[in-house]
């Protein structure tokens, strides 16, 4: 079946898998709910969707073992904020998405981020300049 949402209560009160792929679907916004209760996941697959739409403190955060997500073949024109401070991250795939700008916060607190993944984008604009002052 093609999901439409990341609604997942009926499945999470016993969840206990480390990897969830949702490709090839029809997703459009992550909400703040939609991963509660998946905190053993360290692969999260969200390629392939229709999302344009992060909320900000999604439930994305609280994720903290997460290691690999990749967002990639999407509508997001920008880096969600609530990608900030995802510390276990280290590797992260916004590739083919409609991303025009970066800036330095983007990608805040990502200590552990080996590889990040942009190519395929609208990137016409880098607010990176004064980027060391954030990363000391």
């Known amino acids: ?14 969840f206990s898998a480390t ?10 916004r992550i909400r703040q709910t ?3 209760g998946f905190t053993r996941l360290t692969f999260l697959h969200l390629g392939f969707n229709r999302i344009s739409h992060i909320d900000d403190g999604s439930s ?5 073992r997460l290691t690999r997500l990749t967002i ?15 510390s276990t991250l280290t590797f992260l795939s916004f590739e083919d998405n409609l991303i025009t700008e970066l ?3 983007d990608f ?15 990137i016409s604009k880098l607010e ?7 990363f000391k």
């Open 1 to 14: 079946p093609q999901f439409a949402s990341l609604d997942m209560t009926f499945l999470y009160t016993n």
């Open 19 to 28: 990897s969830l792929s949702f490709f090839y679907n029809k997703i459009e």
């Open 34 to 36: 939609d991963l509660t």
């Open 60 to 64: 994305l955060q609280m994720l903290t």
């Open 72 to 86: 990639h073949q999407n509508q997001l024109s920008r880096i969600p904020l609530t990608i900030r401070n995802m």
């Open 103 to 105: 800036h330095c916060l």
């Open 108 to 122: 805040t607190n990502l200590p552990s981020l080996t590889e990040l993944n942009l190519k395929s984008n609208r």
């Open 128 to 134: 990176l300049v004064k980027c060391s002052d954030y």
